[in-house]
C-alpha cells in the first residue's frame, strides 16, 4: 500500500457511503471520471478489487469489506482533524446533520431549530427524522439523539433530558364508550395502539408498574403503527389507548384531546442523549451544535 494517499481513502470511502461512483462524486465536489481513477488507482496500490461492478450496481468485495471496516474511523478521525484545524480563523460553517426520532423533533427541536440556523448562517443543517437506530458513523451523520447513555465503542453521549415516563393515553370518546381502566387487570377488556421497530420489526413491549414492580402486560390490538404522529392521530379518533413518552403528549393533555390513563402505572424511560464521535467535538460546527441543543434543553 505504499502508493496509498488518504484522498484515495477518502474517494473509497464515499463510494461506500453514497453507493456509487456519481453518488461519491457529488458528495466531493468531483468528476465522476476523477473518482473513477482514484479508485482505480487504490485497487492498483492494494492489490486487490475492492469492488464487483456491474451496469446497475457497485458491491463490495470481501477485500473492499475489510478495508472499509478497517479505515472508517481512522479517516473520520483524520477528516475531523484537518477540518478543526481549517476551522481555528473562521465562523463555524460547512455541513452538519443530525438525525432524531419524530416526537423528539416535534416535542423539542421544532421550537428552537431555525433559531440556530439564523444563529448560525455559514452551518447548513440537515435534519434527519428517523424513528430507526441508526449508525452515526456508517450513514456519515455528524450526532444523534437518543434514549440512554449505553453506546457503541468510540462514541460519546451527553445528556439533555431526565428520564421521562412512558404514558398510555386515550380519547375522551374512547373512555365514555368504553370506560377509564382502573387496574392492570382492566386492560384486558381494551384495546392498544402498538408500535413496531422500523429497524427489528418487533413490537415494543408493553411494561407497566404494579406494587414496585414492572409488568409485562398483553392486550388486544386495535392498529399496529411505526410513527408517533400515527399513534397519536388513532387514539384522538378514539381506535384504542396509545403509548408514548409523556413529553410528546403534552399538547394535547393540555388541551384535554387525550387523557392519561393509568397514570400511577407508567414505567420510566431513561433520559434523551446526544450522542457523537469523540473526535467530531474537535469540528467547530459540530462543537456549537452541542452546546447550542445542551443549553436549550437544560
Known sequence: MKGTTYNQLQVFQAIVLEGSIRGAARKLEMAAPSVSQSLKLLEENIGLTLFNRTTRKIELTDAGRQLHERTQAAMESLTYAVESVQELTEEPSGHLRITVP???YNTYLKAIFADFCRQYP??????SISDATLDIVKEGIDL??????????????????????EALFASPDYLQKFGTPQSLQDLSRHKLIQYRFITSNKYAQLN?????????????YALVVN????????????????????????TEFKSGQLLPVLEDKWTTYPGLYLYF??????????????????????
Open 208 to 220: 407497566l408498574t404494579e406494587n414496585g414492580q414492572q409488568v409485562r402486560v398483553e392486550i388486544p
Open 277 to 298: 464521535t469523540q473526535n467530531s467535538q474537535r469540528v467547530k460546527r459540530v462543537r456549537v451544535f452541542i452546546d447550542y441543543l445542551t443549553e436549550r434543553f437544560t
Open 102 to 104: 419524530k416526537f423528539v
Open 122 to 127: 455559514q452551518i447548513e443543517l440537515e435534519l
Open 144 to 165: 444523534g439523539i437518543r434514549f440512554g447513555n449505553i453506546l457503541e465503542q468510540g462514541m460519546v453521549a451527553k445528556k439533555l433530558t431526565e428520564p421521562m415516563k
Open 227 to 250: 410513527d408517533t404522529d400515527l399513534m397519536i392521530d388513532a387514539a384522538k379518533e378514539g381506535l384504542g389507548i396509545g403509548r408514548l413518552v409523556a413529553p410528546a403528549l403534552n
